[in-house]
C-alpha cells in the first residue's frame, strides 16, 4: 500500500474533523468499560505480542488521525493549533482521552504524543492488567457494538451512526430471533459476535450486523477498512445461498441483479435489465449515495442508511418522481397478485406449484425491490409462472 497516499487521506480526513468538532458532536464519548485500576500502556506495548494486527493498523486512518506532517497543507496538528487547539477535537483523535479518570490516556501530562492516533485501547480497553497478567484474556475486552464507533461517527457532518442505527442492519439480529425460524447458521449474516466467534448460538448472540462486520477495524487492503471489496461484502449475504425449487430463496438480490437463480421454464427468454451492466459498484451505487454537509438543514449523507436514493435514479431516468419508474413496480405488483391467486387456488402436490412458488418468493424476497433491481428477468419469471398454469 502507499504509505505518503494512506498518510495524506488521514490528514484530509483530520482536517475534516476538525470542522466537525468545531461546530461539536452529536454524542458524547463512551470509551470501553474497563477493569477498575486499570491503565493505558500504548500500542507499542501491545505490538510486543500483537505485531501483525499493530503492522496492519498503523496503515489506517485511525492510527493517523494526528499525524505530524508540516509540509502537509491538510496537516491536522497545524490546523489543530491554527484553531486554539481545542480539547474536545482530541476526544476523536487520540487514546484515552477522559479528563475524569486518572488512568494514562491522552489526557494527562507528558501522554497526548504516546497516546495520539485512535488505536489499540480505543476499541480494547487499557491493557495494563492484560499486559500484567502476561496476556490474560479477560483482562482485555474485544468489543463488537457499532456505538462504540458512533462515538465519533456521528452528527450532520458524518452521520454514519445515526444512519446505521435507523438501518435494517442494525436490528437485523433481532428480526431473526423474532421470526421464529431462526437457525444458529443464519447468524453468519444476522450477527457480528458469530461472525468472529462461530461458538455463539441464537442463544448467545448479542450483536447485530455492526460495524464491524463490514470493517475491519485493524485494516484491510480494501477501500474503507472493508472486510471484502464492496460488492462482495453486500452479496455475501444478500444472495439466495444456492436455493432450489423445493426450498425458499432468502434474499435473492444478487441472483435478481444478475439474473440467475430463478426456476426458468425450458424455451423461454429471460431478458435482464441493463442495471447489472450499466451501474458501476452496483450495490454502493444505489444503496450508499453520499453527499457532503451543507448546513444543519441539509446534512451530510452518508450512506449508512442503506436505503435507495431517488437521484441515482434520475441520473438516467430523468424526471423520475419516485421507484415506480414507468409503472415497472405497479406492474410486478400486479403480476404477484395474479400469480398469488393461482397458487392459492393450485394443488399443492402439482410440479407447477413447487415451481411457480419457488419464483415468486424469488421475486417476492428481493429486499422489497418489487422488481427494480431486474424488471425484465422479474416480469418474465412472473409472467411465465401465471402461463403455465393449468386449473
Not at 428480526?175 to 447458521?185: F, P, R
Given at each position: 500500500m502507499d504509505t505518503k497516499k494512506i498518510v495524506r487521506s488521514t490528514a484530509v480526513l483530520s482536517a475534516v474533523f476538525i470542522i466537525i468538532m468545531a461546530i461539536g458532536c452529536a454524542k458524547e464519548i463512551t470509551g470501553p468499560g474497563t477493569t477498575a485500576g486499570a491503565r493505558y500502556v500504548g500500542a507499542e506495548v501491545c505490538r510486543l505480542c500483537h505485531s501483525t494486527a499493530y503492522n496492519d493498523e498503523m496503515m489506517t486512518a485511525h492510527f493517523?488521525?494526528?499525524?505530524?506532517?508540516?509540509?502537509?497543507?491538510?496537516?491536522?496538528i497545524s490546523i489543530w493549533e491554527e484553531d486554539g487547539s481545542p480539547e474536545?477535537?482530541?476526544?476523536?483523535?487520540?487514546?484515552?482521552w477522559d479528563e475524569s479518570l486518572?488512568?494514562?490516556?491522552?489526557?494527562?501530562?507528558?501522554?497526548?504524543k504516546l497516546m495520539s492516533g485512535v488505536k489499540c485501547e480505543v476499541c480494547h480497553g487499557p491493557g495494563s492488567e492484560h499486559v500484567e497478567g502476561g496476556g490474560d484474556v479477560t483482562k482485555i475486552e474485544v468489543?463488537?457494538?457499532s456505538e462504540l464507533c458512533g462515538s465519533c461517527h456521528n452528527g450532520a457532518h458524518h452521520p454514519t451512526y445515526d444512519e446505521w442505527e435507523e438501518s435494517d442492519h442494525a436490528i437485523a439480529l433481532?428480526?431473526?430471533?423474532?421470526?421464529?425460524?431462526?437457525?444458529?447458521?443464519?447468524?453468519?449474516c444476522h450477527s457480528a459476535d458469530y461472525y468472529y466467534d462461530r461458538t455463539i448460538t441464537v442463544e448467545t448472540a448479542v450483536y447485530s450486523i455492526e460495524c464491524v462486520r463490514c470493517h475491519d477495524a485493524h485494516g484491510s487492503n480494501e477501500e474503507h477498512q472493508l472486510i471484502l471489496p464492496a460488492e462482495e461484502m453486500c452479496a455475501s449475504c444478500h444472495n439466495a445461498g444456492g436455493a432450489q425449487v423445493g426450498s425458499t430463496p432468502h434474499h435473492t438480490s444478487l441472483e435478481m441483479l444478475v439474473g440467475y437463480g430463478a426456476y426458468e421454464w425450458a424455451g423461454e427468454d429471460y431478458p435482464n435489465s441493463p442495471h447489472k451492466d450499466l451501474i458501476e459498484e452496483r450495490c454502493v451505487r444505489c444503496h450508499m449515495y453520499t453527499e457532503e454537509y451543507e448546513d444543519?438543514?441539509?446534512p451530510a449523507i452518508a450512506g449508512h442508511s442503506f436505503e435507495p436514493e431517488l437521484y441515482v435514479c434520475q441520473a438516467c431516468h430523468a424526471g423520475a418522481t419516485d421507484f415506480n419508474i414507468n409503472g415497472s413496480q405497479t406492474d410486478i405488483?400486479?403480476?404477484?397478485a395474479q400469480l398469488d391467486a393461482e397458487l392459492e387456488a393450485g394443488d399443492e402436490e402439482d410440479q407447477w406449484y413447487a415451481e411457480a412458488l419457488f419464483?415468486?418468493?424469488?421475486?417476492?424476497?428481493?429486499g422489497g425491490s418489487r422488481g427494480a433491481h431486474n424488471y425484465k428477468y422479474a416480469k418474465a419469471l412472473l409472467e411465465d409462472a401465471i402461463f403455465y398454469y393449468e386449473p
Open positions: 493517523n488521525t494526528m499525524v505530524d506532517a508540516p509540509d502537509d497543507p491538510f496537516d491536522f474536545f477535537c482530541l476526544r476523536c483523535h487520540t487514546t484515552g486518572d488512568n494514562g490516556g491522552a489526557d494527562e501530562p507528558g501522554r497526548l468489543r463488537y457494538e433481532e428480526d431473526l430471533l423474532d421470526s421464529g425460524h431462526a437457525g444458529d447458521h443464519c447468524l453468519e444543519e438543514e441539509n405488483e400486479n403480476l404477484l419464483n415468486y418468493y424469488f421475486v417476492t424476497n428481493d
